[in-house]
């Protein structure tokens, strides 16, 4: 008896530590160590239970991982069938599971983390903020009714600018209440794909996405869809979208349906895609961008003529023996070579980025700290690149404005490609606003799609049959093939 009783304590005593000794359950004993120490392996079903449990949370969302579907992007069909709904109170919320979806077999290869139907409160927070970064594949981020605040976005968004390949951000069903959702449309953001659906955005906050879209001195070059579907935006959002496209040549996608826009919100919209007069703002912008450009094609001209004897001295060990062309200058004009130091001060003052170093001692003869032609040249060079990337793609300076009736008129932003207006409260009366633009805008850009449907106009309306018939035979131009009747709809 007290040798079966030795090996059952025996059994006993080695079966945990076995389980132990495997680490492949991601809830087994954790190893003695704090939550900031921790180190994610990019293993989802394993860092996540484990981070929260570094935290001591009592109930730990499950993990759901599955390999990427056949076909999962989402249409404006999807968006027609869009249920808009509130967030009342937490019964809610569904049993959470974090939703992982996978670019292969490989557990390492997290695509896309989506989040919905449960509240994502602080602490779950500080554990993707955590993980995140770790997903070295992640594309796609989604958080659909997950009871977001402004500060939890705002710490996610500045974690996920870490993530090297993360472009598509989903907030749907998340009513912010301080609205903040034009930090995810920041200047140096990166995301490509921003989807703000049935997020009771009104006429405020469309005029903050606005701006961050462009004003006269900064823009978006990056984001390419932007979905406001589902909404509360009225006409007042519309003229503040509409403004924020004057100057944005980045996007092509945007979706205003299921909205409250009625016609004065449309003719700005439809204002923006034709020509349209600078405002006194822009043109000052557009002075400034002009001085900036007229300064770097002086300081290039400068460079380009300045001769041997006016370069910045340096010293005769440098100089090559046998260069007796520059020799023989220096002998002929004395005079230029007797105040070196005033033709170093006018030509630092011609470049405005090139600062040559000053000598602590102050002696004119000390000439080891002065730049040498290439270093002058060279930063030259960095100063022409900074002003051409100030110009690369800015409307302010596009060679085809045109001069007119004392105003400056842009030729309208034909980057956008798709515009969605269906089921907004658009009249009759805008159509043509429409129509004409559309008529101008040639091949080479210009809108492709015009959804137009369900609003306040019959179907057989003969502007919007006109417009049809327009959209249907640009998109036949621009794919070179004949399009169906059924395709057409998809068109406009």
Avoid at 46 to 64: H, Q, T
Avoid at 72 to 82: I, N
Avoid at 302 to 324: C, E, F
Wanted: proline share 5%.
């Amino acid at each position: 008896m007290s040798r079966k009783k030795q090996v059952k304590d025996k059994t006993d005593r080695t079966n945990p530590e076995d389980e132990k000794s495997t680490g492949q359950s991601p809830y087994e004993t954790l190893p003695a160590q704090t939550f900031d120490e921790y180190q994610c392996t990019g293993n989802v079903e394993i860092d996540f239970p484990r981070l929260c449990a570094l935290l001591d949370m009592k109930c730990i969302p499950a993990v759901g991982s599955k390999q990427p579907a056949s076909s999962s992007a989402e249409t404006e069909e999807a968006d027609a069938k869009y249920v808009h709904s509130q967030i009342k109170d937490t019964s809610y919320w569904s049993e959470p599971c974090l939703q992982v979806e996978l670019e292969n077999d490989d557990p390492l290869s997290a695509k896309s983390v989506r989040v919905s139907g449960w509240k994502v409160d602080e602490q779950i927070s500080t554990v993707l903020q955590k993980m995140l970064p770790s997903l070295s594949r992640l594309q796609s981020l989604q958080f659909r009714q997950a009871g977001l605040t402004d500060h939890v976005v705002t710490s996610l968004m500045n974690t996920t600018s870490l993530c090297s390949n993360l472009r598509v951000v989903s907030l749907e069903g998340n009513a912010l209440p301080e609205h903040s959702y034009h930090c995810l449309l920041s200047e140096d953001s990166v995301l490509t794909h921003l989807s703000l659906r049935n997020n009771q955005i009104g006429d405020n906050t469309a005029r903050l996405i606005g701006s961050a879209l462009s004003t006269s001195i900064s823009s978006n070059k990056n984001l390419l869809s932007l979905n406001l579907a589902f909404n509360c935006i009225g006409d007042a959002g519309a003229a503040h979208i509409a403004q924020g496209l004057r100057l944005n040549r980045a996007l092509l996608f945007l979706s205003l349906s299921n909205n409250q826009v009625g016609d004065s919100g449309a003719a700005h919209l439809a204002a923006v895609l034709g020509e349209f007069a600078l405002t006194h703002v822009e043109v000052v912008e557009r002075r400034k961008l002009l001085l900036e450009r007229s300064r770097s094609s002086s300081l290039r001209v400068s460079s380009d003529q300045t001769p041997a004897d006016q370069l910045p001295l340096v010293p005769s060990s440098t100089s090559l023996k046998g260069d007796n062309k520059g020799t023989s200058k220096r002998k002929e004009a004395p005079k230029k070579d007797e105040k070196p130091a005033s033709n170093k001060e006018k030509s630092n003052k011609r470049a405005s980025d090139v600062k040559a170093p000053q000598n602590k001692g102050g002696k004119p003869g000390d000439k080891d700290k002065q730049p040498t032609a290439q270093e002058v040249q060279s930063s030259t060079a960095l100063n022409e690149q900074q002003v051409e990337s100030v110009e690369m793609g800015n409307p302010l300076l596009d060679q085809s404005l045109q001069h007119r009736d004392g105003q400056l008129f842009l030729p309208g932003n034909t980057t956008l490609a798709s515009l969605n207006l269906t089921g907004n409260r658009i009249t009759e009366r805008s159509l043509p606003l429409f129509l004409t633009p559309v008529e101008m805008q040639g091949d080479d850009g210009g809108l492709l799609r015009l959804c137009l449907q369900r609003n306040r106009f019959p179907p057989e309306c003969e502007t919007y049959v006109k417009i049809k018939e327009v959209m249907a035979l640009r998109y036949q131009r621009r794919n070179g093939c004949e399009e169906t009747e059924e395709e057409g709809q998809l068109v406009v």
